[in-house]
Structures are given as C-alpha cells and as structure tokens.
C-alpha cells in the first residue's frame, strides 16, 4: 500500500506517536493536529494543569521536529469533553477540521473504534467529512486535495495489521520513551499495551 504525505490528526498530545510511527519514519507527515488539550490525564495530583499542558505540548513537539515535522497545530479544545461541544460549535469544528484536511493530500486519523470518546468523536467528524465530499469536491474545485483517508488504531483492532519486527518495535518503544517521559509513566501505570500499539494498525477508508 502506497500512503501520500499528509496530515495527521490527534486527539490528544502522544496519540500522533502511538497511532503514526510508521508516517513519521517514512517522511509521510506534513503537518500535526493536535485536537485536545491534552490536560485530563495527570498522574501527579498536585501538578499545576496550565504547567502540565505545557510539557505535554513540548514532548509533542520535541517528537515532531525529530522527524522535520514542523507544521504543529494545537487547536486547544477540552481533553474529554469533545463529545459535550455544543452544536455551534460542532459545526465550527467541522468546518475547522474541512479548512484543515482539503488541502491534506492524505489524512491520518483515530479509528471509530478505539475505547477513548475523544478518539471516537474525531473520527464521527472525519466520517462526516469523508460522506461529504462529493459534494466538496464539487463545491471546492482544485482547492480539494484531499485524495486519502485511513485510520489509525490505538484501542482497537484494524482491518489492516501489518506486525513489525521486535527490534524494530523495540527501536519504537525507546523513542516514545525518549520524546513522551510523561505519558510513558502513565500508561505503563495502566498496564498500557506497548507491544500491540506501536505495531501498523491502519485502515484506508478512501484511497
């Protein structure tokens, strides 16, 4: 399967790394989207929540100049409550997220699936978007690039698994280690399944 360069697109701070290892080591990823805050999940009580964004948002960023991936976008929305966005807003995401994807060659996004409903609400709109876009294509012209979509599986289980090899799984696990200290701990705490999530789970929806 050929992938395109394009944008991908997470909930939260990390989801980029856990979901599309395989995009950043190949030079597929033009831009980041960052959806949430990425605020909720604190392991320290007593952390200051503004202090703790901060880190998140430079762990995230430290991943993605790693691979020369400097288009970062952070668009600030609450961690854990996008299924509480009022319906203007609703549509102000979508139309975010339209502005953001139709000049995306290829788009990465989370799977309908996965157990988070951050995960799950990102890719009711991204299906939204993708039912539509006959007629974006019609109503935008040249303007639409979009000509890929697949999601990415975190939680969940993928049409498409393609398993990598131990040491290449191994070489995964020690770069998340190395740009997300904050959200290994975590998830490590949680019994997180490393081996499983960093494997390829995709599953191409257009293209």
């Given at each position: 399967?050929n992938?395109?360069?394009?944008?991908?697109?997470?909930?939260?701070?990390?989801?980029?790394?856990?979901g599309?290892?395989?995009?950043?080591?190949?030079?597929l990823?033009?831009?980041v989207?960052?959806v949430?805050?990425?605020?909720?999940?604190?392991?320290?009580?007593?952390?200051?929540t503004?202090?703790?964004?901060?880190i998140?948002?430079?762990?995230?960023?430290?991943?993605c100049?790693?691979f020369k991936?400097?288009?970062v976008?952070f668009?600030n929305?609450?961690d854990g409550?996008?299924n509480?966005?009022?319906?203007?807003?609703?549509?102000?995401f979508?139309e975010t997220?339209l502005?953001?994807t139709k000049?995306?060659?290829?788009v990465?996004?989370?799977?309908?699936?996965?157990?988070?409903?951050?995960?799950?609400?990102?890719?009711g709109i991204?299906?939204?978007?993708?039912?539509?876009?006959?007629?974006?294509?019609?109503?935008?012209?040249?303007?639409?690039?979009?000509?890929q979509?697949?999601?990415?599986?975190i939680t969940s289980?993928p049409?498409?698994?393609?398993?990598i090899t131990?040491?290449?799984?191994?070489?995964?696990?020690?770069?998340?280690?190395?740009?997300?200290p904050?959200?290994?701990?975590?998830?490590?705490?949680?019994?997180?399944?490393f081996?499983?999530?960093?494997?390829?789970?995709?599953?191409?929806i257009v293209g």
């Open positions: 399967m992938f395109e360069i394009g944008t991908v697109i997470a909930p939260h701070c990390d989801d980029e790394a856990l599309c290892m395989k995009m950043f080591e190949e030079g990823v033009g831009r989207v960052v949430t805050d990425s605020a909720k999940q604190v392991i320290d009580p007593y952390i200051d503004a202090e703790y964004i901060k998140r948002r430079a762990e995230t960023m430290g991943f100049e790693h991936v400097r288009d976008i668009m929305y609450p409550s996008l509480q966005i009022s319906p203007e807003n609703l549509d102000e979508y997220m502005t953001i000049t995306s060659k290829a990465y996004f989370p799977s309908i699936k996965d157990s988070h409903p951050d995960h799950r609400f990102v890719a991204m299906y939204r978007l993708l039912a539509d876009r006959h007629n974006l294509k019609i109503k935008y012209g040249s303007q639409m690039h979009l000509k979509a697949v999601e990415y599986h289980s049409v498409y698994h393609n398993p131990r040491a290449k799984h191994g070489d995964r696990l020690r770069l998340f280690r190395e740009f997300f904050s959200q290994s701990l975590r998830l490590r705490k949680t019994g997180f399944d081996e499983v999530c960093l494997q390829d789970k995709l599953n191409v």
